[in-house]
């Protein structure tokens, strides 16, 4: 079972790069691109693909999406082929037409998260930097990268992920209640990722940007819980 996933993984690239004409990016072994018949910047590629367990998402036209179809078939035999709408690694994919903005949502996920339960560490007389037991401390890492995942479509899942992982090996109770906090925060203020496809028309010079409020970020301090 543990080869399968590898084994895809060989067979895929190997059936894209040399028989679709697809390349590999360098610093990225699960992530490919087609380049453009005479493409040059800014729109040298039209298609790209992010390789996972066991399928892959791409982004491409539908002339594009239909010749890499039909030849994964010719390798693979039948697959399935899901638009307009899908849930894939926790995001839920929404594109009205090929013409429409198109909309990552982790909301339902972000809802599945569970916070670390405190209730039977309260009132010992351990200190707020007291060390988890071995079993919150599972739950603890568990929503850590939660959470980090959400970091997929959410600026503020992304930096908290980051934060919080670096508790990992040892989290004490302050942590726990500080990821906790955070979760309810992004249930609060999560709001999907949505690309849009009037952005992108007319040769537009697009800067990305990210924001994100570290108010309930900052680092525990030692008091009584």
């Known amino acids: 079972m543990k080869d399968a996933v590898l084994l895809w993984h060989l067979r895929y690239r190997e059936c894209i790069t040399h028989e679709l004409d697809w390349r590999a990016y360098v610093q990225d072994s699960l992530l490919y691109y087609h380049p453009r018949a005479g493409g040059v910047a800014p729109n040298p590629y039209d298609g790209a693909s992010t390789l996972h367990v066991d399928d892959t998402v791409v982004a491409a036209s ?5 010749a890499l179809q039909k ?11 899901h638009q307009v709408q899908f849930k894939h690694v926790g995001v839920d994919f929404t594109q009205k037409s090929a013409d429409s903005d198109i909309t990552m949502d982790q909301t339902a996920y972000i809802a599945t998260l569970n916070e670390v339960d405190l209730q039977k560490v309260r009132g010992d007389g351990r200190l707020a930097d007291s060390p988890l037991n071995a079993s919150k401390t599972t739950d603890y890492r568990s929503l850590a990268c939660g959470i980090a995942w959400a970091g997929v479509t ?14 990992l090996p040892h989290p004490t109770i302050a942590h726990a209640r500080m990821l906790n906090t ?7 203020t999560y709001t999907p990722l949505v690309f849009k496809r009037c952005l992108f028309r007319g040769g537009q010079k697009l800067r990305l940007l990210m924001a994100v409020s570290y108010t309930h970020l900052t680092l525990p301090t030692k008091r009584r819980v």
Do not use: H, M, V, W
Not at 62 to 66: N, T, Y
Not at 71 to 81: D, H, M, Y
């Open 71 to 81: 030849g994964l078939e010719n390798r693979f035999g039948p697959i399935k082929r």
């Open 62 to 66: 539908d002339a594009q999406l239909d």
């Open 182 to 188: 955070c979760l309810r925060q992004l249930r609060e």
């Open 154 to 167: 959410s600026p503020s899942g992304q930096c908290a992920g980051s934060l919080y992982q670096t508790y």
